[in-house]
T-cell receptor, first 116, second 114 residues
């Protein structure tokens, strides 16, 4: 595709429910990142996938959060038993970088999650 | 571990005035440095980056930033701003030594007034 796409664009859920957020990276990009953007908090790194390497999960805030990347392309971020503090915009980015060189990250439009 | 501090949460400035958005970082290893911009209702896009070489880097829309290793700073500047520069600006740092996990600052909202 032309850019990184994310779905849904908006998600409203009730506390305690599970949600899945999807990211379609730019075709051919081997690196994929998830971030969380909260008001006044900037972007919080969540997880990073690079090719077939084990993902860097060091930013996931709790074991309720998990992510997978199937076939080296589409990624799904899952939040189980959502809490009100999970409300934020979840951003996905991809880059063509290998582990040996930096490449620009291209961001998707984000998914706005609201937990009631 | 790296961290990024953006010293100003909001910067109001009149059109055609100069502006500096401040960014300080901390890291025990060498880093790459970036500024990203998020215009209202749009996604983030890369404004400029410092990877190596000249410490003064130029980006899109007339912005530039200077890497100062001794002061661990990477301040963003523009000599004359336009209304269209109104946006949120994020400073970010990435570890050179392994992977490209990127840590972002809290952001600075630049508001350009006519």
């Amino acid at each position: 595709g032309a850019g990184v796409s994310q779905s849904p664009s908006n998600k409203v859920t009730e506390k305690g429910k599970d949600v899945e957020l999807r990211c379609d990276p730019i075709s051919g990009h081997t690196a994929l990142y998830w971030y969380r953007q909260s008001l006044g908090q900037g972007l919080e790194f969540l997880i990073y996938f690079q090719g077939n390497s084990a993902p860097d999960k060091s930013g996931l805030p709790s074991d309720r959060f998990s992510a997978e990347r199937t076939g080296g392309s589409v990624s799904t971020l899952t939040i189980q038993r959502t809490q009100q503090e999970d409300s934020a915009v979840y951003l996905c980015a991809s880059s063509s970088g290998s582990s040996h060189s930096y490449n620009e990250q291209f961001f998707g439009p984000g998914t706005r999650l609201t937990v009631l | 571990a790296q961290s990024v501090t953006q010293l100003d949460s909001q910067v109001p400035v009149f059109e055609e005035a100069p502006v500096e958005l401040r960014c300080n970082y901390s890291s025990s290893v060498s880093v790459y440095l970036f500024w990203y911009v998020q215009y209202p209702n749009q996604g983030l896009q890369l404004l400029l980056k410092y990877l190596s070489g000249s410490t003064l880097v130029k980006g899109i829309n007339g912005f530039e930033a200077e890497f100062n290793k001794s002061q661990t700073s990477f301040h963003l500047r523009k000599p004359s701003v336009h209304i269209s520069d109104t946006a949120e600006y994020f400073c970010a740092v990435s570890d050179r030594t392994g992977g490209f996990k990127t840590i972002f600052g809290a952001g600075t909202r630049l508001f350009v007034k006519a």
